[in-house]
């Protein structure tokens, strides 16, 4: 069984910068495939970031390609998220989710486990 927590939302102005932080309560975490989604309201599910369990290579969105660096911490069991030049469409619920072996990282239906999510609000 896997937990996570995340933290570190909050509400800021565009431009500004945020960090999330996703605690995994798992002795196995570096086995974990992690992955950082958003949800908008009234929207599905946004792929943001992952990180691999075994190289670490990163897969970033599109949407938030050069603004956005998604990093872990085996040794904390903690996954990151460095969120600059923030826009209000970042406005959403970030969630980390956590899998095995994902067949493909960007769907939501491959993770089995997921945090309560923080909301990172940014104003215009």
């Known amino acids: 069984q896997v937990q996570l927590v995340e933290s570190g939302g909050g509400l800021v102005q565009a431009g500004g910068s945020l960090r999330l932080s996703c605690a995994a309560s798992?002795?196995?975490?570096?086995?974990?495939?992690m992955t950082w989604f958003r949800q908008a309201p009234g929207k599905e599910h946004e792929f943001v970031a992952c990180?691999?369990?075994?190289?670490?290579?990163?897969h970033v969105a599109d949407s938030v390609k050069g603004r956005f660096t998604i990093s872990r911490d085996n040794t904390k069991n903690t996954l990151y998220l460095e969120m600059n030049s923030l826009k209000p469409e970042d406005t959403a619920v970030y969630y980390c989710a956590a899998a095995r072996m994902p067949v493909d990282f960007t769907l939501p239906n491959q993770y089995s486990y997921w945090g309560q999510g923080t909301q990172v609000t940014v104003s215009s």
């Open positions: 798992v002795s196995t975490f570096s086995a974990y495939h």
């Open positions: 990180i691999r369990w075994s190289d670490r290579s990163t």
